[in-house]
């Protein structure tokens, strides 16, 4: 089937999955069709165009996107660990809606690459900041590091017990003693303050103003991912 041109068609549904496993779609243009939930293992498509292509839910572990475009390609929960997508023709737009939701966003460029990656995919590096940003978590991290980044101090209780930090608390919590065990946070003479260190204030102003992400905030979210 490779090299062919594909408009409109509904090869799988979530009702009536599809078998493609190894299917070879290399070189195709498909326009505006539907994977959803098909076993699409070690299937090719390398050097296609996918344009308004859902694959969501479906099963990729093994394909092969190397060289293709991909624009307004949903991915949502689609099983993506060991895709390889380096080398793509252009840097992917992606559309992905979280599980429940009828909502959903769009991610592009080095943000949809990093997304790709965190999913388990093989791609072009892209710095670590847009890979851990789709960490589940992260919205906690930039919480507490944007409170820090000030040089007063905080009450403990108010960063692990408020906002998104007070849903996950123990994540909160193990975020702060990762800190303060890499010199980053000061404790006071009250035990229940805390405020950056320098080392730590940088680290914090580099990733809420300019979307760096510092040796140190990488190797928490290695070790605390999912």
Same mark, same amino acid.
């Given at each position: 089937m490779n090299d062919v041109s594909i408009d409109r068609v509904e090869f799988s549904t979530e009702d009536k999955p599809a078998n493609?496993?190894?299917?070879?779609? $290399? $070189?195709s243009t498909i326009n505006d069709s539907s994977f959803v939930s098909a076993n699409l293992r070690n299937a090719d498509f390398s050097h296609a165009i996918l344009e308004n292509v859902n694959l969501s839910n479906a099963d990729l572990r093994g394909s092969v996107f190397r060289g293709t475009l991909m624009v307004e390609v949903d991915v949502s929960r689609a099983?993506?660990?060991?895709?390889?997508?380096?080398q793509l023709y252009s840097p992917?737009?992606?559309f992905v809606r979280e599980s429940g939701s009828l909502l959903g966003r769009k991610i592009e460029g080095d943000d949809g690459i990093g997304y790709l990656r965190y999913a388990g995919a093989l791609t072009n590096d892209v710095p670590p900041f847009f890979v851990y940003r789709h960490h589940p978590d992260f919205p906690i991290v930039e919480k507490i590091c944007r409170? #820090?980044?000030e040089?007063?101090?905080r009450q403990l209780r108010g960063l692990i017990q408020r906002g998104t930090a007070s849903q996950k608390k123990k994540f909160a919590e193990a975020f702060i003693l990762s800190l303060r065990s890499l010199n #980053? #946070?000061?404790v006071g003479s009250r035990r229940? #303050?805390?405020r950056g260190t320098q080392r730590g204030r940088e680290v914090f102003t580099r990733l809420c103003e300019r979307n760096e992400l510092a040796p140190e905030l990488e190797t928490f979210f290695k070790d605390n991912s999912p």
């Open positions: 493609l496993e190894k299917a070879n779609f $290399s $070189s099983n993506l660990a060991g895709v390889d997508l380096r992917p737009v992606l409170k #820090l980044t040089q007063n101090w #980053l #946070l000061e229940d #303050l805390i």
